[in-house]
Nanobody, 122 residues
Framework: QLVESGGGLVQPGGSLRLSCVASGFTLDYYAIGWFRQAPGTEREGVSCISSVDDTRIYADFVKGRFTISRDNAKNTVYLQMNSLKPEDTAVYYC?????????????????WGQGTQVTVSS
């Protein structure tokens, strides 16, 4: 099971840190991805981190603003989101992939959390 937390309401330019905690399995064997979905849109990849060498991949629309990291001792992956924009508003999901090098494709992820709402608005 994956459980996300840390979402909420923030003003444009603000920051949030999302957490993804695993229970029942250890995250360090899996690549972990963060995805988001706004109403009426398809789920899109935001960032992922490899379980092989911690290589990080970012979607162009978050490069320089978001940072993904993992703490295997806490079985947790984080997404630090800075300089948030209204267009970042969405439900954010974490997901685990057996493709250990990481991927931004939802279809390549095998286990999903329930999501956490992020709203960026003044």
């Amino acid at each position: 099971q994956l459980v996300e937390s840390g979402g909420g309401l923030v003003q444009p330019g603000g920051s949030l840190r999302l957490s993804c905690v695993a229970s029942g399995f250890t995250l360090d064997y899996y690549a972990i991805g963060w995805f988001r979905q706004a109403p009426g849109t398809e789920r899109e990849g935001v960032s992922c981190i490899s379980s092989v060498d911690d290589t990080r991949i970012y979607a162009d629309f978050v490069k320089g603003r978001f940072t993904i990291s993992r703490d295997n001792a806490k079985n947790t992956v984080y997404l630090q989101m800075n300089s948030l924009k209204p267009e970042d508003t969405a439900v954010y999901y974490c997901a685990a992939s057996l493709y250990r090098h990481g991927s931004l494709f939802p279809a390549e992820h095998h286990y999903w959390g329930q999501g956490t709402q992020v709203t960026v608005s003044s």
